[in-house]
């Protein structure tokens, strides 16, 4: 379908341009099938071994699964599009579908800073105040908790997908791989500069917040930690937070770049942008759980006996 100024009543579908200038697209998109595949089964894996062994129905360890649970949707609502456009050639998405892609990619990547943010309190709780651990986090509440964040997390994607969806539609070209709301927002009759700026503030908002929430945190491990008089005891609390500074930086970091560095001038080319938006997907849904089931002794141990039964 060739670009034209049409209502978006006249056009049903999108053309992604994304991977254009991609010159081994089957190999890239066998590669993103493997990693996909990859995050499924290890994601999967860990919810099934937390959710099947009662040991590990702990406050920590649901944190754990939702954390898989939100890349498992994350993933899911892009790499689909990616692979089909890579190894099946097929580009194009219907309007109705793109929107509803773009919902769960939002939703996923907001879902993905409260979860990431939540285990930074359930971090702090453990090492600070150790004793109330149990008392204060329970089961009960850290479900509660969960659930809360994933209301909010779509009332925020509610609202910002509805600024978008009453725009007529004028482009069928998605210059883009999958539908996100700066793809969708190009596609309009509308000038979309107020709009990413819009997007920009509501993300940048949630990233900063966010990160100044974790960063307090771990202010505070820092002094529980540096008060510490064993060695020992040191290096045991600090090991519980590797993991989760890990998957901090492989989400936060291509996120910063690529919504929030971009707004204030650094200019970065259509497929560094493409890397970046893949690099931020992926990231985050391969390493989390790596991190955590290779990390945690419990889930490490649960793995090796099912490995060696099997």
């Known amino acids: 379908m060739s670009v034209q100024n049409i209502s978006k009543q006249t056009i049903t579908e999108f053309v ?40 590990l129905h702990q406050p920590m360890f649901l944190f754990v699964c939702n954390l898989a649970f939100v890349d498992l949707i994350y993933c899911t609502s892009a790499c689909p599009t990616m692979i089909g456009i890579l190894v099946a050639g097929y580009k194009t998405i219907s309007y109705v579908p793109c929107l509803v892609q773009m919902f769960f990619v939002i939703a996923g990547a907001v879902m993905e800073m409260f979860a990431i943010s939540i285990m930074a309190v359930d971090r702090f709780v453990a090492i600070a105040i150790p004793l109330r651990y149990h008392s204060i986090l329970t089961n009960f509440r850290c479900v509660l ?14 609202w910002l997908s509805s600024t978008v969806m009453p725009l007529e539609i004028c482009y069928s070209n998605l210059k883009y791989m999958f539908c996100d709301y700066p793809t969708v927002t ?49 290096k045991k609390a600090l090991n519980t937070c590797v993991s989760h500074l890990v998957v901090i930086i ?43 089931c290779f990390r945690t002794k419990e889930i490490r141990n649960k793995i090796f006996k099912f490995v060696k039964k099997n």
């Not at 697209?25 to 290890?42: D, K, R, T």
């Not at 908790?145 to 509610?158: G, N, P, Q, V």
């Open 145 to 158: 908790i969960i659930i809360a964040l994933w209301l909010l997390s779509s009332a925020f994607t509610a």
């Open 16 to 55: 992604f341009r994304g991977f254009d200038t991609v010159q081994r697209p089957l190999v890239v998109g066998i590669a993103l099938l493997i990693l996909y595949i990859l995050i499924m089964f290890s994601n999967l894996a860990t919810i099934y071994f937390i959710v099947m062994d009662k040991r």
């Open 250 to 292: 492989c989400y936060y970091a291509p996120l910063f770049v690529r919504i929030v560095l971009t707004r204030i001038g650094v200019v970065l080319t259509l497929d560094e942008r493409n890397g970046l938006m893949i690099g931020s997907v992926l990231g985050p849904s391969l390493v989390n759980p790596f991190m955590y």
């Open 186 to 234: 190009r596609a309009t009759c509308v000038n979309p500069e107020p709009y990413f700026d819009m997007s920009s503030i509501f993300t940048g908002v949630l990233c900063l917040g966010t990160l100044i929430f974790i960063f307090l945190s771990y202010i505070k491990i820092g002094i529980v930690v540096g008060r510490m008089s064993s060695k020992s005891d040191k």
